[in-house]
């Protein structure tokens, strides 16, 4: 295996790991808290429409369900936590790939919040960083927490991936 094809898998590798984890953690969250988890089905609806020039939902729940939004809503989840990954290998390097360090992973997952924030949050219809949510703080929070695991486990990732990759 070539190193640019191991520093690609180890892309992979660590982008799905951590988009995983980020799930795990939403599904503890759930039974431990009570808190629900996001449905993708509403990621895919909003991507669905993309190409009718809508981007804005008030609320995206009220907009009509489209064909395979579901499936389309997972795709793109886990799409989004390789490009994150990728932006990771980007900033720090393959030298990073071949040893993850805790701090370059929580950077990148703590400041992915900020795509739910800025983006997926207003065009859902839910206002920049939860601000039209029944309880924004508690949102906040909970996404900055959803994303804060999201960096471990794209340094356990990495990690991971690193030692599989070794050979």
Not at 9 to 29: K, N
Not at 36 to 58: E, I, K, M, N, T
């Amino acid at each position: 295996m070539t190193e640019g094809t191991k520093l690609l898998a180890s892309m992979l590798l660590t982008g799905v790991g951590a988009t995983a984890a980020m799930d795990l953690w939403a599904i503890a969250r759930r039974r431990l808290l009570g808190v629900p988890s996001l449905d993708y089905a509403l990621v895919g609806r909003w991507l669905a429409y993309l190409p009718q020039g809508r981007f804005r939902h008030h609320p995206i729940a009220a907009t009509p369900p489209v064909r395979g939004e579901r499936a389309l809503g997972w795709a793109a989840h886990y799409g989004i936590g390789i490009a994150f990954a990728a932006l990771l290998f980007a900033g720090w390097g393959p030298a990073w790939a071949g040893n993850p360090t805790l701090g370059p992973a929580m950077i990148v997952g703590i400041g992915s919040v900020a795509a739910p924030f800025l983006v997926m949050q207003p065009a859902m219809g839910a206002g920049i960083a939860s601000s039209r949510t029944p309880r924004p703080m508690a949102a906040r929070l909970h996404s900055l927490i959803t994303h804060a695991v999201f960096g471990l486990g794209l340094h356990a990732s990495g990690r991971v991936a690193a030692l599989a990759l070794a050979a």
